[in-house]
């Protein structure tokens, strides 16, 4: 069981970029799905959520500019940012809240790996 990242790039002030995040592997269901961001030395911090049910919510530094949706049929996240600036130069990151198992009880969670997003002024 894997999350993949992909769509990161560079991209001019101003610019939108899309990212995605497929789970792949033999999983029984997928909770909650979101991204995340981590500048060097500093701590992850969230960036978009989206609960299975559709609903979310975004870090206030994104709100207007990002937008968090999924597609259950493909167990995807998507992460399209737009209007971007400088300061969302980082590393972001996908999780999800996977059950393998329809025998699990409670949901775990897996972290993608990172993609980097560089935003040039």
């Known amino acids: 069981v894997q999350l993949q990242a992909s769509g990161g790039g560079l991209v001019q002030a101003g610019g939108s970029l899309r990212l995605s995040c497929a789970a792949s592997?033999?999983?029984?269901?997928?909770?909650?799905m979101g991204w995340y961001r981590q500048a060097p030395g500093k701590q992850r911090e969230l960036v978009a959520f989206?609960?299975?049910?559709?609903?979310?919510n975004y870090a206030d530094s994104v709100k207007g500019r990002f937008t968090i949706s999924r597609d259950n049929a493909k167990n995807t996240v998507y992460l399209q940012m737009n209007s971007l600036k400088p300061e969302d130069t980082v590393v972001y990151y996908c999780n999800a809240g996977l059950k393998l198992y329809s025998s699990s009880s409670y949901y775990s969670t897996y972290w993608g790996q990172g993609t980097q997003v560089t935003v040039s002024s």
């Open positions: 989206i609960a299975n049910g559709g609903s979310t």
């Open positions: 592997g033999s999983i029984f269901s997928i909770n909650g």
